[in-house]
């Protein structure tokens, strides 16, 4: 009998070739409903976005002409646009170091042993388990510029003295401190759990290995936690970071964008001029601006999670 | 035990069974509704006096069970009015009256023409009142795109404690008061967190508050022709005055406010006088608030040249979806809403004005006297408020604010780019960075009327608005 081996050609079978085909057809059969999802729900709402952006379709009309980049060189003469873009990239930076840096945290303390170490891995996962409208709710009577708790609190230790008093939400500046802070307890407990996972993955010979070889805490986190969680910390940044982005709940429930629009976002100012103010193709081309810096990002983040596949 | 080609198997037939039931579904569907009658569904606001919707849900069930109707009411809460509407009109389905608490002006190409709704009711009560009229109406277009059941009085709420204290007992009536007024608010009162409370920042309150002060310095968004005139020395003049009374009486909180803000700050007396409906009255009311004593309302302050006007706070535009298959009942009802005026004023606690006066006036009263009849039933309320007011005639004012409150689009009829500018919140803005420096006054005022000429064009190259000759 002939065979690969005996023939002397390499022959690759692919798991596909390997089935019979009635076990593809079930493979398809299997397989229709997530691609169908995928398409219905990302891709054709995606090229409608990109369609409209060169439209002037506007919300209470099903007509539209078609204005090539107009939409695009409008939204970019409008200061308001160009805030919110700055505010785009200021928010998704900030709070994605922030998450990174206190899921660390976080993360290290939740490897160690203590009493109650349940209850406190599941106030940690709380935030995240919670409706953003909802907590954003009780995040708002925190910062409301007449009645904070923050500001009522300072006030009784002293620190805000006869007139002193922070108006987080009528701040541009305190503004944004406010969305970053609600963003960060947003996605703390995410980027937790996915850093916890990846340290747990590190096999402790390694660490014991590196403790015999007399390696300090900083050789060890430098030269083998953090290569070796490489692949999953990327992926949670990058995860992060299109999140991030795209994000419009925080802002929309906590500011609506004020003061004088100066703390949107592209996704919340989108909506405001999209939605609420019915110019859907300016809205449209407001929410894919970014799309080019999205689209690297996608790549890389399949790239790299290939790259975490393979370790 | 099963393989899992006869699960599969089995698990086909039952989607097959699935898609064929669904296939009937319509048919089987149509036959349950021809047997139920005919159904009309309705988009609501949730009322901000929760009374009201107490009383209108059920009264549409009743009416709809008179007429062999199945009336289902869905309320949403004030800011997804407009993005409910947006995704109905989207997906061609959904309500077949759809109620809008701002302008409809925009949506006015998917809405049938209620001209002949109107025609009748003013057949049986009378003209309606004129901001009703600017707002529901399209003179370009020659379309009557919403029918108003009611509108909302805008008035000053001032607490009389404090005004007396400072020599004004009853309460500011220029806007100038209001800039005298406040640092000596601020020197009896150091514990009051803002002592004048007008909004600027992006919500509904704010959005009125400064069109208030806008037109009572002279100036507005467009002229009677829809022509942009924002650009002027009477806007300028009207953002110097924002700028000296955010300097002498207000705090940035006034930029964060949402439409709750105001009447909060109010009620914990944080502040001493707000632009408001009554609904925090009520709200003060229903809570016993120690602030109810000191409760009190002014009418529209005067401007430097004495003009004294006040926006709408809310009005009612009711709309029916070209898409509905119920038009017909819809219409029905919008006449049967409106013939129980006094029934909705009484269950908002006299927070709804009726648009048509003549639908609150005395049975039989003859068409000529109707008008007439229906102001004096108004005002019998107002005066001996049936709500528990002390002293009764507290909202005696909200009888007379007819003269002083305007449709948004004044000077003009209300039109889909001042919808827009609303729902952008331009006008808040232009305020906000003049007032508290952000932007000069003038540069201000450059920014706004650039971002408004752009959205009258937008409209205007649709059709839907006229005007653009005389642009500043």
Known sequence: ?311 | METRRQFLLKGGSLVAAGVAAAAAGPTIFTRGAAAADKTLKILQWSHFVPAYDKWFDPFAKEWGAKHGIEVTVDHVGFADVVPRATAEVAAQSGHDLHMFIGLASAFEEHVIDLKDVVGTLEKKYGKQVELAHRSTYNPFTKKQFAVSDMWVPDPGNYHKKIWTDIGQPNGPSTYEDLVKAAPEIKKKYPQIQIPIGVGLSQDIDSNMAVRNMLWCHGGSIQDKESNVILNSPETLNALEYAKRLYSVGMTQAVLSWNAASNNQAFNAQETSYILNSISAYRTAQDNNLPVLENYFFVPALKGPAGIMLASEHVMSGYVVWKFSKSQESAKEFLVALIDASRESMLASKLYNFPSFYGAVADPNTVMSKKYDSGAAWIAKQCNNDPFGSKPADKLALLAKALPWSTNLGYPGFANPAEGEIFDTYVITDMFAKAATGALAPKDSMTEASNRAKEIFNKWRKKGMVPGGSKDR
């Open chain 1, 1 to 311: 009998m002939e065979t690969a081996e005996t023939t002397g050609t390499a022959t690759f079978l692919t798991a596909t070739d390997a089935l019979s085909p009635r076990d593809r057809r079930l493979g398809k059969l299997l397989l229709a409903p997530a691609l169908a999802y995928i398409f219905l729900l990302v891709a054709l709402p995606f090229v409608l976005a990109l369609f409209l952006s060169l439209t002037n379709s506007s919300a209470g009309s099903l007509d539209f002409s078609f204005v090539g980049l107009q939409n695009f060189a409008n939204v970019v003469r409008n200061p308001v646009f160009r805030r919110a873009l700055w505010n785009t990239f200021v928010f998704t930076f900030v709070s994605q170091v922030l998450v990174m840096v206190l899921g660390n945290i976080l993360a290290r303390a939740l490897l160690k042993k203590f009493r109650g170490k349940l209850l406190v891995r599941f106030l940690i996962l709380m935030p995240w388990a919670a409706p953003i409208s909802l907590a954003t709710l009780g995040w708002l009577w925190i910062f409301d510029s007449t009645f904070s708790v923050i500001n009522w609190v300072l006030k009784v230790v002293g620190w805000l003295g006869p007139g002193q008093w922070y108006y987080w939400l009528g701040d541009p500046t305190l503004g944004m401190v406010a969305i970053i802070t609600v963003h960060v307890w947003r996605l703390l407990p995410f980027s937790t759990v996915i850093l916890l996972a990846g340290l747990t993955s590190i096999p402790s010979e390694v660490h014991e290995a590196a403790d015999i070889d007399g390696a300090g805490p900083l050789a060890k986190a430098f030269q083998i936690t953090i290569p070796m969680m490489l692949p999953i910390l990327t992926v949670a940044i990058l995860f992060g970071t299109v999140f991030t982005f795209t994000d419009m709940n925080v802002v929309y429930l906590l500011t609506r964008g004020g003061p004088y629009n100066s703390t949107h976002v592209l996704a919340s100012l989108a909506y405001q001029e999209g939605v609420l103010g019915g110019d859907v193709g300016r809205g449209a081309s407001i929410a894919i601006f970014l799309l080019p810096l999205l689209v690297v990002m996608a790549v890389l983040m399949l790239r790299i999670s290939r790259r975490a596949e393979v370790v």
